[in-house]
């Protein structure tokens, strides 16, 4: 697939623990892929291994050049950015020190993204510019950390657990974003838990149970699938 991710035999662990065991799935330009699972199922794991941060073998090819074995910075230059669980953001600097170190000059791609879209399109962010980022709501860091990950005019951007303790109006908001991105030609693979967003949003959704994928399919074939939903989703 041209302009894709695609994954294969994918396997990854931290030290002796081998946590991914032969993932593969493909995701290409302009869809959204959810990954669902129950919590220790590897989500987290494939997300830190598609970006270099834990050591993994197989095969991570995207638009056409392998991943595996280059460091997380060479990655992002590729136009693959990553928004970690923890959000990560730098909480001395503020909202506006923040987008702009996300930015990547000269990265090549057209730059659709800008510190000036993101106060135009998310006023509390705005309103906050001059703010530190450490006292920020969970929300506001939420989409403080998607938005600086923009700045660096990705191609395919890897969310691990967006919505986690948001908010219903910013789980809307993150929502809309995604579907946004897609709609503007990104590849998207969001990482979550809440099955009736990734229902909502997602082209495919792909299900994982001890480090592999139980489940690939669309939305209706998920919702079909009655066991698959209670054997590897239900609490």
């Known amino acids: 697939m041209s302009g894709a991710l695609v994954v294969s035999g994918l396997h990854a662990g931290y030290g002796q623990s081998r946590v991914l065991q032969g993932v593969g799935f493909e995701l290409a330009a302009g869809q959204i892929v959810a990954v669902l699972g129950r919590n220790g199922s590897g989500r987290s794991t494939l997300a830190r291994a598609l970006m270099g941060l834990v050591p993994a073998r197989g095969s991570v090819r995207w638009r056409g050049q392998e991943l595996l074995g280059r460091p997380p910075h060479a990655i992002a230059r590729l136009g693959v950015a990553y928004v970690p669980e923890s959000r990560d953001v730098f909480p001395r600097l503020s909202v506006a020190q923040n987008l702009a170190l996300g930015l990547q000059p ?14 135009d399109s998310f ?113």
């Open 106 to 119: 000269g990265a090549g791609r057209p730059q659709r993204w800008t510190p000036e879209w993101v106060f």
């Open 123 to 235: 006023p509390a962010l705005a309103a906050r510019r001059h703010v530190a980022a450490g006292v920020l709501s969970g929300g506001e860091q939420q989409m403080l950390s998607l938005c600086r990950a923009l700045m660096g005019a990705p191609q395919l951007l890897i969310v691990d657990e967006p919505t986690e303790g948001l908010a219903p109006q910013v789980v809307a908001q993150v929502d809309a974003l995604l579907r946004e991105l897609r709609d503007q030609g990104l590849a998207v693979l969001l990482i979550e838990q809440k099955l009736d967003l990734s229902l909502a949003v997602a082209d495919r959704l792909a299900v994982m149970g001890h480090g592999r994928l139980v489940f690939e399919g669309s939305a209706n074939a998920l919702t079909g699938s009655r066991d698959v939903v209670r054997e590897w989703l239900e609490v």
